[in-house]
């Protein structure tokens, strides 16, 4: 395999299992869409013309529905001979799931009328690939292989070779070497261009399969967004577990000692005022701690000084609390909306514990600018490299949440290092 990608691609193309794919998606494709054509051209007919009465909706129905069918199959072939993977569109669904209910939906489904337009348009097309496909192949392999079969003609046919000239007095065959030489290079010519002529076709198909084939851009963005909305749901209750967990087991456990304390040292007041004292000043630095972790989880659900000053100073006060030296560049030509403003200092947050704990980083850099309607965020550091977002991992959660917002998160992190972290969110000033 190694051997063969040392070939120029112009040679590889005619042998590779691509082309020989997609040569036999255009050998199928001409009789299913003869097939598809003649059926659904001859029931929607049918079914239109019998509009005037009822009979003409079960069958403009039913035509509808066999054109889905013979889309199911079409995104099947393109999936197997042609890698191109299109999700089947919504399904269709009655409001009261009777006959009556499915056929008017029918009728209403956009996808069923696109699975129609498919059927009439790509018949004609299919002819065309089909013509343009088999005449290269055909002249291209039967010209380049020549030399091989030239001795059929005066064995068999009684001529000395191919005729490309022929009258009452004159005739010309390719006989002579030179002559079969020279056709066995323009073959090798069409042998070599089939390929690039052919994926040309076949990049139509696939223009004709993903837009009317799958789901409408609509649907797709209503799937997108009830993911998003999932992937919020669940952030927002992992947020609060960790709060509540937290809690019970920082400051509700240390104001639990603390009011245990207090206790035993108003029962020792009166007894033994110095062992009092002493536990009082026991109690004064657990107050102490329960505030400080307080003020930690205070700042881990939304920092004050995020919503005082703005993106700035809060991640400069992230970075100063960072084991490793961070140089932060915020430049914004003003604040983002408070929802996307805290998604952006989370996520720099975030990527710096990664930078802590991970990275055996000597520096690091934090930058954020906007370019037209996106935030951009960008954490790099000069560590050991090898993060990626998978499975499992916290940066492909961090992904999850930036993507919930229609965000993007790119990681570079070759082994070795360094390792730079892209954050594309949506601005809305």
């Keep these: 395999m190694a051997a063969s990608h040392r070939l120029p691609a112009a040679i590889r193309a005619p042998f590779e299992a691509r082309t020989w794919r997609a040569f036999g998606y255009v050998l199928i494709g001409l009789p299913l869409s003869v097939l598809w054509f003649a059926l659904s051209v001859s029931l929607v007919s049918a079914g239109a013309g019998l509009l005037i009465t009822f009979l003409g909706v079960p069958i403009l129905a039913g035509a509808l529905a066999m054109c889905r069918g013979f889309g199911a199959v079409e995104r099947a072939r393109a999936r197997g001979l042609l890698d191109l993977d299109v999700a089947a569109p919504e399904p269709v669904r009655g409001r009261t799931g009777g006959a009556f209910s499915w056929m ?48 059929t003609f005066p064995a068999w046919v009684g001529q000395d070779g191919i005729q490309l000239y022929g009258d009452a007095t004159h005739s010309f065959y390719l006989d002579a070497p030179f002559e079969i ?30 837009g009317l084939l799958g789901p409408s851009r609509l649907a797709s963005r209503v799937t997108e967004l009830e993911s998003d909305r999932g992937v919020v749901v669940d952030t927002a209750a992992a947020d609060l577990r960790r709060i509540e967990r937290d809690l019970h087991d920082g400051a509700q456990a240390r104001l639990a000692a603390l009011a245990m304390d207090l206790g035993l040292a108003k029962e020792k007041l009166a007894r033994d005022p110095q062992a009092a004292a002493v536990l009082v000043d026991e109690a004064h ?52 909306v408070p929802a996307i403003e805290g998604i952006a200092y989370f996520t720099v947050s975030e990527l710096l514990q990664n930078v802590t704990r991970h990275s055996r980083a ?27 977002i998978g499975a499992g991992s916290g940066l492909a959660g961090l992904s999850e949440r930036v993507g919930a917002v229609d965000g993007v998160l790119a990681v570079d992190s070759p082994a070795g290092g360094p390792t730079t972290v892209t954050v594309e969110l949506p601005w809305r000033a």
Excluded at 362 to 377: C, I, S, Y
């Design 285 to 336: 630095g657990e107050v102490k701690l329960a505030l400080q972790e307080l003020r930690d989880l205070a700042r881990g659900i939304h920092p004050a000084v995020l919503t005082d000053r703005g993106l700035d100073a809060a991640l400069s006060a992230v970075a100063s609390r960072c084991a490793v030296p961070v140089a932060v560049d915020v430049d914004l030509p003003a604040r983002p």
């Design 362 to 388: 000597r520096r690091a850099w934090v930058d954020v600018w906007r370019t037209g309607d996106r935030l951009m965020l960008q954490v790099r550091d000069d560590g050991v490299g090898g993060a990626g």
């Design 181 to 210: 030489a020279v056709t066995s290079l323009i073959g090798l010519v069409f042998v070599l261009i089939g390929p690039w002529v052919l994926r040309g076709l076949v990049s139509v198909d696939r223009l004709l399969v993903s």
């Design 104 to 151: 008017g939906a029918m009728l209403k489904s956009g996808a069923s009328w696109r699975h129609l337009l498919y059927a009439i348009l790509h018949m004609p097309w299919a002819v065309f690939s089909f013509s343009v496909t088999v005449a290269l192949w055909a002249w291209g392999w039967s010209l380049f292989t020549y030399p091989l079969w030239q001795w």
